[in-house]
């Protein structure tokens, strides 16, 4: 299923400890609202079938796994405080005697990325918007955008970029409606 | 055995229509292309087509989903040799030799050695579904709630502990994934968990959107974060398979295949680890041990005989059990659920021609990929040119039309959306995704046979421990969990501590 291998992988101890504490808190409100659930009482059901028993179970377990983590975490945090500069978390800098790469273009980019995918599903789409306008203007925006460097690579021109853009976007737009409304008999929003 | 056979030949003689053969042949071609692009993986291919085939009768739709994840299994071989990136995880092992060989110029030899070995390698895990279906259909007729509960303990463990990374992470999205499998009207009085007065959420999160914002929203931002540059392939020779090779390593080839069938039957493992165990097999019985990872054909056949083995494998739990054997695994037994099909411990007693069914679907997309294996060559090479950014938007459409297309309500492109942010973020801090995702499935399995053994025993908790079945289930759980302790596991004496 997946091919992640912690073995070869650095460790983000602070990383961890954030994500074990935020485990803990999860897990605690879980527990929480399964314990403040309605037993059914009134019912008169058996103790072991009420609602809030698997939740809360489940959060009382996520409280536990996440306070390992966190102490995991912590553990190694203290080993790398102890090796000095170049530890788990210290900047690839440190580490190597290079500048890091700069982040920034890579977040800008994901970004963009994120406001198109969320704008489109959840402003284009089922809000009036005919299916087949947002979805052209999505796709072409999206190419436009995002594919920029590349045409700017081989050459092309801004507007010989945008009209590019524009030909998948119609060329996808149209597909996608024809084959969900007449092929497979969907609605769409 | 042979009322089994006759049974197998009416189910393939089902399909011999020109639809079917249409959608056969037109879904393995989407799973191969689906499995050649890097970052796009089987089961984001498998839980895009359930979205699109929901219409369809359900003998058809899910002959598509096989076609497709056999297909996108095969084709992540195609980028591992020609570009050293694995289309998909369970092509990661292909890349060692499969590359290797390319640049030694033989990419086109190592592209047959991959058709042949993911034929046979189907071919073999098709004989043993067709084989152990019955049988471990009779055993779970066995199984009670106890044994039930601790078998969705078992999946979500396993599946956090073998597939890779970091296993107290698995168990915690894996946990993550029961608990989301709570949300919503309680499978026993229908009382609201977590829903704060949402109408929808009342519902539960719906299983199919969840797989396609895990695996599909979650992969292309994947994508779009790690965008590669537009590979160069160099020229490739014949890609016709060398019968030669084939003889000289029949015995890999088998020892592979019945690998991966076993990986792909223990509950959400999956086809990497599977390409991985078969391969390391293949080195350690190897005369050629020097070759491996240098261009060894046999490691070649090793690895992409493993991976399609699993393919039939994972579908032996899945059809006898209701476990997946793998995440693709999982979104075909939701698909079947949808469809109205039943799997579980009673499937050989109320539907046994269904098992036969799927050993011919099995049997099809193989030949269906044997077809692409010889024919498609440069067609695929000229898929794996197409930029990330044009892919990207085209699939994040299919990704919201075909959520809404399942029950044409909002809240399932929603539901996309947010356990598409959710797979990203998990994966960015490497939680893996796969046993929050089997979480999900088995989650309403556990719940109810919690509750039902508990009623049943009346708060007793040891017939969880001693009936034979569930006390093993348990000792493995317990084995698995205590051997990724690190303090035990440094006393261990091939820990080399």
Not at chain 2, 195 to 212: H, K
Request: with cysteine.
């Amino acid at each position: 299923m997946s091919t992640e291998n912690d073995e070869g992988e650095a460790p983000a101890p602070r990383t961890d400890l954030i994500a074990g504490a935020l485990w803990v808190a999860f897990g605690a409100a879980i527990t929480i609202g399964a314990w403040r659930m309605d037993r059914l009482e009134r019912m008169s059901i058996n103790p072991y079938e009420i609602p809030g028993l698997v939740p809360g179970l489940l959060g009382l377990c996520l409280v536990a796994l996440g306070l390992m983590l966190a102490l995991r975490a912590l553990a190694r945090l203290r080993a790398a405080g102890s090796s000095g500069p170049g530890g788990p978390d210290a900047p690839a800098a440190t580490v190597t005697g290079q500048a890091p790469p700069d982040p920034t273009a890579s977040t800008r980019q994901m970004a963009l990325v994120f406001g198109l995918t969320l704008g489109y599903a959840l402003l284009l789409i089922g809000t009036g918007l005919p299916f087949w306008l947002g979805t052209f203007v999505f796709v072409t925006v999206f190419i436009g955008l995002l594919d920029r460097e590349r045409q700017r690579a081989l050459g092309r021109a801004v507007a010989q970029q945008w009209l590019r853009a524009a030909i998948y976007g119609a060329g996808w737009s149209a597909l996608v409606t024809l084959a969900f409304e007449h092929i497979f008999l969907v609605r769409l929003p | 055995m042979f009322s089994g056979l006759v049974a197998f030949g009416q189910s393939l003689a089902s399909f011999m229509t020109p639809e079917s053969v249409f959608f056969a042949l037109a879904s393995s071609l989407v799973g191969v292309i689906i499995g050649a692009l890097p970052g796009l993986t089987a089961t984001m291919g498998v839980a895009l087509m359930t979205t699109l085939t929901i219409k369809l009768p359900s003998s058809q739709a899910l002959l598509i989903l096989i076609c497709t994840y056999v297909g996108a299994i095969y084709g992540g071989s195609r980028s591992a040799i020609l570009l050293n990136i694995p289309g998909t995880p369970a092509s990661a092992a292909s890349c060692l030799d499969g590359y290797a060989l390319a640049r030694q110029g033989h990419a086109g030899r190592a592209m047959g050695i991959a058709t042949s070995g993911s034929v046979l390698g189907t071919l073999i895990g098709m004989f043993f579904l067709a084989l152990f279906t019955p049988v471990l259909g009779d055993v779970a007729l066995k199984f009670g709630a106890y044994e039930f509960f601790w078998l969705a303990i078992f999946g979500v463990i396993i599946s956090a502990t073998l597939t890779g990374g970091d296993a107290l992470k698995g168990w915690i999205t894996g946990i993550a994934g029961l608990f989301i499998a709570t949300i919503g009207q309680d499978g026993i009085h229908a009382y609201e968990r977590f829903a704060f007065g949402n109408r929808d959420l009342a519902g539960g999160f719906s299983l199919v959107p969840a797989l396609v914002g895990a695996f599909g929203f979650a992969e292309v931002l994947v994508a779009m974060k790690e965008r590669r540059p537009v590979p160069r392939v160099n020229p490739f020779d014949s890609v016709i398979p060398k019968i030669r090779d084939v003889f000289q390593y029949w015995r890999t080839i088998i020892r592979s295949g019945v690998i991966g069938t076993f990986v792909g039957i223990v509950p959400g493992v999956g086809e990497d680890v599977a390409a991985w165990s078969s391969y390391a097999a293949a080195k350690r019985a190897s005369k050629e041990k020097e070759k491996f990872g240098k261009g060894s054909v046999e490691g070649l056949m090793a690895a992409e005989t493993g991976d399609n083995a699993c393919v039939p494998g994972a579908m032996i739990p899945v059809l006898t059990l209701q476990i997946p054997g793998s995440a693709p695994a999982a979104v075909l037994l939701a698909a079947m659920l949808i469809h109205g099909v039943k799997p579980g411990p009673m499937i050989m007693v109320e539907s046994p021609q269904f098992v036969y069914d799927v050993v011919a679907m099995m049997l099809i997309a193989t030949l269906g990929i044997l077809i692409y294996g010889l024919t498609l060559t440069k067609l695929l090479v000229q898929v794996l040119k197409v930029p990330t950014t044009l892919i990207v938007p085209m699939i994040f459409v299919l990704c919201v039309v075909g959520t809404y297309a399942l029950a044409q309500r909002l809240f399932d492109v929603w539901t996309m959306l947010l356990f598409g942010v959710l797979g990203f973020l998990l994966r960015q801090y490497r939680f893996p995704v796969a046993p929050l995702v089997l979480g999900i499935v088995l989650g309403d399995l556990m719940e109810k046979n919690l509750r039902r053994g508990l009623v049943l025993s009346d708060g007793d908790l040891t017939p969880f421990f001693t009936r034979p079945i569930s006390a093993a289930l348990f000792g493995i759980i317990a084995l698995v969990v205590v051997l990724r302790i690190p303090a035990v596991r440094r006393r261990l004496p091939w820990s080399g501590a």
